[in-house]
């Protein structure tokens, strides 16, 4: 399994951002879609962003404008910038392959935590 490890959560005021980033154990270069998920206290896990192989996006449209995914499969990372963050952005934000199969793992996360 390819496992991930997020990085750059953290506590800012509303308006703020924040650029996550997703480092894989392997390559990443045949995974087709890489997802950014997130999860918050009493809610289900969503999908915030997808990318795939060849850069196609697509966002959840809660965050669209907001947010923007990237990945090098040359590094084996994938980013989240977020920007005018909210109060309801507040999450753990998990990477991985979408959608999630046995090819992949979920990690530890990075918690995200905005104030109002």
């Known amino acids: 399994q390819v496992r991930f490890v997020e990085s750059g959560g953290g506590l800012v005021q509303t308006g703020g951002s924040l650029r996550l980033s997703c480092a894989a154990d392997?390559?990443?270069?045949?995974?087709?879609?890489m997802g950014w998920y997130r999860q918050a206290p009493g809610k289900e896990r969503e999908v915030v962003a997808r990318?795939?192989?060849?850069?196609?996006?697509n966002y959840l449209e809660s965050v669209k404008g907001r947010f923007t995914i990237s990945r090098d499969n040359a590094k084996n990372t994938v980013s989240l910038q977020m920007n005018s963050l909210k109060p309801e952005d507040t999450a753990v934000y998990h990477c991985?392959?979408?959608?999630?199969?046995?090819?992949?793992?979920w990690g530890q996360g990075t918690q995200v935590s905005v104030s109002s």
């Open positions: 991985r392959d979408w959608p999630p199969s046995l090819r992949g793992s």
């Open positions: 990318i795939t192989s060849g850069g196609d996006t």
């Open positions: 392997r390559s990443i270069a045949s995974i087709n879609v």
